[in-house]
């Protein structure tokens, strides 16, 4: 099982980042994909996630509005959609595969995670 997050990089305050998780070694269709992030001295802390089937999501409070969460399930992909990005996103985001299809947001139920993507918002 492999998760692959990328899209990561510098941006300015307010500005914009797409986030994709492509995943691959086995059907992920009746499972559900999370974001975390980590940010600089600080514990991981949960996103969003997204249910395969149907689409169903789950926000974080302090991101909801401003991220969205997407899949393509003939790509085994799910995005992240950051916008009016603030210095505090800073962090690596990860992507996780939680196999009990439950939108939560603790991580005792991921399973496999993805290496990780730097994430800056910075002027």
């Known amino acids: 099982v492999q998760l692959q997050a990328s899209g990561g990089g510098l941006v300015q305050p307010g500005g914009s980042l797409r986030l994709s998780c492509a995943t691959s070694?086995?059907?992920?269709?009746?499972?559900?994909m999370g974001w975390f992030r980590r940010a600089p001295g600080k514990e991981r802390e949960f996103v969003a996630a997204?249910?395969?089937?149907?689409?169903?999501?789950y926000y974080s409070d302090s991101m909801k509005g401003r991220f969205t969460l997407s899949r393509d399930n003939a790509k085994n992909t799910v995005y992240l959609q950051m916008n009016s990005l603030k210095p505090e996103d800073t962090a690596v985001y990860y992507c996780?595969?939680?196999?009990?299809?439950?939108?939560?947001?603790?991580?005792?139920?991921?399973?496999?995670w993805g290496q990780g993507t730097q994430v800056t918002v910075s002027s």
């Open positions: 997204i249910r395969w089937i149907g689409g169903s999501t």
């Open positions: 996780a595969t939680n196999p009990k299809s439950v939108l939560t947001s603790l991580e005792v139920n991921y399973d496999y």
């Open positions: 070694g086995r059907t992920f269709t009746s499972y559900v």
